[in-house]
């Protein structure tokens, strides 16, 4: 026959245990954005303004909304600007800063303002903060139509390298190295060299050569950073010039 089923005797219940969840507010993911109080001010994050493909590092500016930022005399002079659709020239009303540095020149044979970009290495930028219009006393001048400030990261994680390549004989090679624990901060350096000879009969056969070497310690707030940057640039420069210079 078979046997019966055997029951277990029921047990107490248990006490569930109690679980204090504590909510804590996430640490921030990248920078912290500056008091925002117009909407023609725009913060981006280095992270946001490398997710665009640039040839140039002028194109890196583009991320502000409205500004076009090209080129007509060769790959080694100042870019040309256009906010809003005015033209900026090489930056005369356009104010560009980088780490708190102007970048507009006072005196320039050229213009005014004349604001030369193109040591700028994208893939080391903490943050963009850019304004557009005249509001902004603390913009001083050549910021007629904007300005925009540019700031380079105090560490990075870890080391890389990476080439690229393109039409027109485009080649461009960048590396970086943190050095942790350095002289009471940290510091990390990066180089890049890029070639480029352009859609041209006569190639700008541009060759470019950047250096930077960036120790800091503490905070944006509350610390100190000294930077050294290296740059050199030779092209070919395509611009208008007398006919008889031709023949």
Do not use: C
Not at 15 to 34: D, F, L, Y
Not at 61 to 80: D, F, M, R, W, Y
């Amino acid at each position: 026959m078979p046997g019966r089923p055997v029951h277990a005797p029921p047990q107490p219940p248990r006490a569930s245990p109690i679980v204090a969840a504590i909510a804590r507010p996430a640490p921030p993911a990248g920078p912290t954005p500056p008091p925002i109080t117009a909407s023609s001010e725009k913060f981006f994050t280095g992270k946001e303004v490398n997710a665009l493909p640039f040839a140039r590092p002028g194109d890196a500016l583009e991320i502000v909304p409205g500004l076009v930022v090209t080129q007509h005399s060769g790959e080694g002079k100042a870019n040309q600007y256009f906010l809003r659709g005015f033209n900026l020239d090489h930056g005369t009303d356009l104010a560009l800063y980088l780490d708190g540095m102007p970048l507009n020149m006072r005196t320039h044979g050229h213009a005014q303002g004349y604001a030369d970009s193109n040591f700028l290495i994208p893939e080391l930028l903490s943050y963009v903060l850019a304004r557009k219009g005249p509001y902004d006393a603390q913009d001083g001048d050549f910021s007629s139509a904007g300005s925009i400030y540019m700031q380079y990261k105090d560490t990075i994680d870890k080391g890389f390298f990476q080439l690229t390549g393109g039409s027109f004989g485009y080649a461009r090679a960048l590396a970086a190295a943190p050095y942790r624990d350095f002289a009471g901060g940290s510091a990390y350096g990066a180089v890049e060299a890029q070639y480029y000879n352009g859609p041209w009969e006569r190639g700008d056969n541009m060759r470019r050569l950047n250096s930077v070497l960036r120790w800091s310690r503490g905070t944006q707030d509350d610390g100190a950073s000294v930077t050294f940057m290296g740059y050199a640039n030779k092209w070919y420069g395509t611009d208008q010039i007398p006919r008889r210079a031709v023949s």
